[in-house]
């Protein structure tokens, strides 16, 4: 019944900008249990930006002054603005949805029940 579709991926140079969005539909979570997370070949998936359970804000050291993450509730959209991109920034990004697990202060994976399909973004040097 939820589904995630992620959108706005794609190929940029350094130093340039992409928004990835998500559209949630048939989902009627809290919207503090919304986040992204993204996975390069070969590396673990790693968050990103959450919103935590008291609304407040999680990013990762890395996305820390250059990612934005908000959210439109009445849309059930979460978006991510990624500015200033590196080439380390080269990942699949996946929106997560619903809470299943209590917020532990970091980002887990299994915390998450719904997945989007993963928008790919590619920086190139």
């Known amino acids: 019944q939820v589904q995630l579709v992620e959108s706005g991926g794609g190929s940029v140079q350094a130093g340039g900008s992409l928004r990835l969005s998500c559209a949630a539909s048939?989902?009627?979570?809290?919207?503090?249990?919304m986040g992204w997370f993204r996975q390069a070949p070969g590396k673990k998936r790693e968050g990103v930006a959450e919103?935590?359970?008291?609304?407040?804000?999680y990013y990762s050291d890395s996305a820390q002054g250059r990612f934005t993450i908000s959210r439109d509730n009445a849309k059930n959209t979460v978006l991510l603005q990624m500015n200033s991109l590196k080439p380390e920034d080269t990942a699949m990004y996946y929106c997560a949805a619903g809470c299943i697990r209590p917020w532990l202060g970091y980002p887990v994976p299994e915390r998450f029940l719904y997945w989007g399909q993963g928008a790919q973004v590619t920086v190139s040097s």
């Open positions: 048939g989902y009627t979570g809290s919207s503090n249990c």
């Open positions: 919103y935590t359970p008291d609304g407040t804000i």
